[in-house]
């Protein structure tokens, strides 16, 4: 828990594999034993390609999908089961060749902010309310990381990275900072920005990014993030 102290309260699960990003829930929700044989399906809901995981947070489900060639934000109510607000964050997003369409990273929730960031490296933070957008970044257009899709003759492309298949690496957040691997080799491997603005604060590395999920947190006293690249 001492990675992510104000990320989520207890019960919540605001980001790819939970609130310390290890799989393990909040000692304050209830035990399951087992699981049972057959599992009551309390509601079922439509919704599109994709390959992120879901959120809990304070009542809502966030997930994100693709539906008619364009990544969305959605927010819904768990008690109603309604839909509170949908936002289109990437318009074009990647066709990819193989393992299906729609976006690749699990979303993050921090206090009153989504993170989500498309199959085609566009990070973009939104309102937890209307999912109004706040700020966003282009990997390709603001960093130079090219995306290449399937194109095995482009000698850019050497190599497997997710500028060919996808930006899987879901970003990390540590205090007033979050992490991307943004992926462009010529100086911006993994790139910190302000949470708040979306400013760059610095830059490093010359590797691409492959499809891991960063790591944020303390390490030897120091606040470290973990990039595991191409």
């Given at each position: 828990c001492s990675l992510f102290p104000t990320l989520a309260l207890a019960g919540d699960w605001p980001q790819w594999r939970g609130p310390t990003r290890d799989g393990i829930a909040s000692r304050e929700t209830s035990e399951l034993k087992a699981?049972?044989?057959?599992?009551e399906i309390?509601?079922?809901?439509?919704?599109?390609?994709?390959?992120?995981?879901?959120?809990?947070?304070?009542?809502?489900?966030?997930?994100?999908?693709?539906?008619?060639?364009?990544?969305i934000a959605h927010a819904v109510d768990l008690r109603t089961r309604k839909e509170i607000w949908r936002k289109v964050y990437d318009p074009n997003p990647a066709v990819f060749g193989n393992f299906g369409q729609g976006p690749r990273a699990t979303a993050t929730v921090d206090g009153d902010r989504l993170y989500v960031q498309s199959g085609r490296g566009k990070l973009a933070c939104l309102a937890m309310k209307d999912g109004s957008a706040l700020w966003a970044v282009d990997f390709e257009k603001?960093?130079?990381?090219?995306?290449?899709?399937?194109?095995?003759?482009?000698?850019?492309?050497k190599g497997t990275a997710a500028q060919r298949h996808g930006n899987n690496g879901a970003p990390a957040i540590l205090g007033?900072?979050?992490?991307?691997?943004?992926?462009?080799?010529?100086?911006?491997?993994?790139?910190?920005?302000?949470?708040?603005?979306?400013?760059?604060?610095?830059?490093?590395?010359?590797?691409?990014?492959?499809?891991a999920s960063l790591m944020a947190g303390k390490l030897g006293g120091g606040d470290h993030v973990i990039h595991f690249n191409a």
């Open positions: 699981l049972p044989r057959d599992p309390l509601w079922r809901m439509r919704v599109g390609e994709g390959h992120s995981g879901p959120l809990i947070v304070a009542g809502k489900l966030v997930y994100t999908d693709q539906v008619e060639g364009r990544e603001d960093f130079g990381a090219i995306w290449l899709g399937n194109k095995k003759g482009d000698p850019r492309a007033d900072r979050i992490f991307a691997g943004v992926g462009d080799p010529e100086g911006a491997t993994l790139v910190a920005f302000d949470k708040f603005t979306g400013k760059k604060l610095w830059q490093v590395g010359n590797d691409r990014s492959a499809y």
